[in-house]
């Protein structure tokens, strides 16, 4: 074993020297053949053709096949600003990954003394640079046969977690397996530059391959002009309401892009860009966030009440639902907004005038929390209150009633029309569907100026408005189509349906019904939330009742207030009003009132006037009501 370990030595002694000598050998020709291409003449620059020019340094070329590296003189023109070109760049060696002095050995015949050179170099360069014990060497392979399916994934992954460096070196260390660069080059998806790259790195012990912070070296690179601070100070003024610029040379007024920042201060729009975003600005719409009339003082109070009681129906399986009237759309070949997948665009008409329209669509959606599903009622004339009642109960007949056992649902919809929380229809068309259905009703309306937080806006109408975009409704059918298919990710599934039924505008219902209506205010926000219970007769005869007695009391009062000036008049009044109205007047008695009207005085020494006495009647009725 001694005697091995010794022969072993003696023969990497006899490479190391044999390695030395025709290393000095190779130098001394690489010195001749570079004296040969400056005799010749062919270093000068390949842009300008001149030979002014500098010496730039060197740069390190390796040959992959025997590990083999040279070193390359660059030089630099001074005429051409930062252009620089190697020893061979107007060679033929220029553009060969082969060694220059190697193909000049081709040239003379001389090939097989260069393989056998390399070759040793190999040897020599493996045996000094790594430590390792006597063993059978790996022989060269694919690196699919060598490596195992879990080193490939494990590999993998290590090369997702390290830096820039700590990947170059990585690879660099598997060459050193007898695997060829371009197997490596396909294994790690790093290219060919990087691996040589990095195992001539670990060859010579670079230090400053050892662990620092910085991933390449300090200083490198030209400097941003981003950090200028003169330039981001003359960037930011052009883009500041207040300051930018003289209002009398007009560049404040000019539309603040990219490419016109760029031309003023006479850099890049890239350049712009970065340094508005490093300072925190970016393209912005404008938002619509001061109410014309102020916020209402309990809107946060209603918003809190809103989401607490939704919550506590959707807890218990009651039925959520969101409503609104969508806008109106004309029916006929009109240009609808929006983009579509087409070869031709669709031609529509170049006005849009509504007398000419085939029809109006009034869409009254409705929006189920619960199930995620949406009906859409569309109307063909007015968006009225008797409408969106109508909706609310074809709704109930289809979905609501198979859906949901209880008998209340909770309502969420706008505070204007035309579920106006002020509008006596909308209440008494819910009263109307209480007392059909035996339905308990409750109501919130969102304050005004804050519809757009109705979950009907964003998870219904908004993907409605998606899904026919770009596309002309033509008919009715095409519009309730569109509506019908439309989906989303979550599940959103819509029914729609068409009423041609007319529904009167300005609509009056008269006060002794309206008095009748089962209302049962909250007592957080009264306006905004109620309950609407169904009712029975007796319910209604009892208020209607109580109704006609308090009119014929106000009557009476306001009967009794007038004042006449004789019992004549007095008593034709009495006659009169007694015929018009239901009651029986069985008594009827005169208040006599002196009235001392006093003139004023003569004035200018004269005497007084005398005053004079006037007789004013009023009239006491008691009556017994008809009912």
Same mark, same amino acid.
């Given at each position: ?315 218990? #399986? ?40 085939? #029809? ?39 979905? #609501? ?21 002020? &509008? ?68 959103? &599934? ?110 200018? #020494? ?22």
């Amino acid at each position: 074993m001694i005697k091995s370990s010794m022969a072993l030595n003696l023969y990497y002694q006899t490479k190391m020297k044999y390695h030395t000598i025709i290393k000095l050998e190779l130098a001394i020709l690489s010195y001749i053949l570079s004296l040969w291409i400056k005799y010749q003449s062919k270093i000068y620059c390949p842009h300008c053709e001149n030979s002014n020019y500098i010496l730039y340094g060197s740069y390190q070329r390796i040959w992959d096949k025997y590990s083999y590296s040279w070193n390359v003189q660059r030089f630099k023109c001074n005429i051409c600003v930062n252009r620089t070109f190697s020893l061979y760049s107007n060679t033929k060696y220029s553009n060969s990954s082969l060694p220059p002095i190697y193909q000049a050995f081709r040239i003379l015949r001389l090939e097989l003394k260069i393989i056998f050179y390399l070759q040793n170099v190999k040897n020599t360069q493996y045996v000094k640079q790594i430590n390792f014990q006597i063993h059978s060497e790996v022989p060269a392979t694919t690196i699919q046969e060598y490596v195992s399916e879990d080193f490939k994934n494990q590999s993998n992954y290590l090369l997702n977690c390290l830096n820039e460096k700590q990947r170059r070196l990585f690879t660099g260390l598997l060459t050193f397996l007898n695997l060829s660069t371009i197997e490596i080059c396909k294994f790690t998806n790093i290219s060919r530059k990087t691996i040589r790259k990095g195992k001539m790195q670990l060859l010579n012990r670079n230090p400053f391959n050892l662990y620092s912070e910085n991933i390449r070296r300090p200083g490198a690179g030209r400097k941003s002009i981003v950090k200028d601070p003169e330039l981001q100070h003359k960037v930011l003024q052009l883009v500041e309401p207040e300051t930018a610029g003289d209002p009398i040379s007009g560049v404040k007024w000019i539309r603040r892009s990219l490419r016109t920042l760029s031309k003023i201060v006479d850099i890049s729009p890239s350049s712009v860009s970065k340094i508005l975003r490093n300072n925190g600005y970016s393209l912005r719409v404008n938002s619509k966030k001061i109410s014309l009339k102020g916020n209402q003082p309990d809107r946060d109070k209603q918003f809190k009440y809103i989401e607490s009681k939704k919550s506590k129906f959707i807890n218990q #399986g009651l039925a959520v639902l969101s409503i609104d009237g969508k806008k109106k759309e004309l029916i006929g070949n009109y240009k609808n907004n929006g983009k579509t997948w087409v070869k031709k665009p669709h031609e529509t008409l170049d006005h849009d005038f509504p007398d000419q329209a085939e #029809g109006i669509l009034v869409p009254f959606g409705i929006y189920d929390l619960q199930q995620n599903s949406g009906f859409v009622l569309c109307g063909t004339n007015s968006n009225t209150s008797e409408f969106a009642v109508d909706s609310i109960s074809l709704w109930w007949e289809k979905e #609501g009633s198979l859906i949901y056992d209880c008998k209340e649902i909770y309502l969420l919809c706008d505070a204007g029309t035309p579920n106006s929380y002020r &509008s006596h229809l909308w209440k008494w068309y819910l009263q109307m569907l209480s007392d059909r259905f035996d339905l308990i009703i409750h109501v919130s309306h969102y304050p005004s100026g804050t519809s757009k937080w109705n979950p009907i806006e964003h998870r219904l109408f908004s993907q409605i408005s998606r899904n026919w975009q770009g596309i002309p409704l033509v008919s009715y059918e095409t519009a309730l189509n569109y509506i019908a298919k439309t989906s989303t990710e979550t599940g959103l &599934s819509v029914q729609s349906n068409l009423t041609k039924k007319l529904y009167e505008k300005s609509r009056k219902i008269p006060q002794i019904n309206l008095i009748t209506i089962n209302i049962i205010p909250d007592e957080v926000c009264s306006d905004w939330n109620y309950k609407i219970l169904p009712r029975n007769e007796q319910l209604i005869q009892n208020s209607k009742k109580l109704w006609e007695e308090k009119t014929i009391k106000n009557l009476i009062w306001h009967f009794s207030n007038k004042k006449f000036k004789t019992k004549k008049s007095a008593k034709e009044a009495v006659t009169s009003f007694l015929n018009e109205n239901k009651f029986i007047f069985y008594k009827l008695s005169f208040n006599d009132y002196t009235n001392y009207r006093r003139k004023s005085n003569g004035g200018r #020494g004269r005497p007084p006037l005398g005053s004079k006495i006037k007789f004013v009647y009023s009239v006491n009725i008691k009556y017994q009501s008809k009912i």
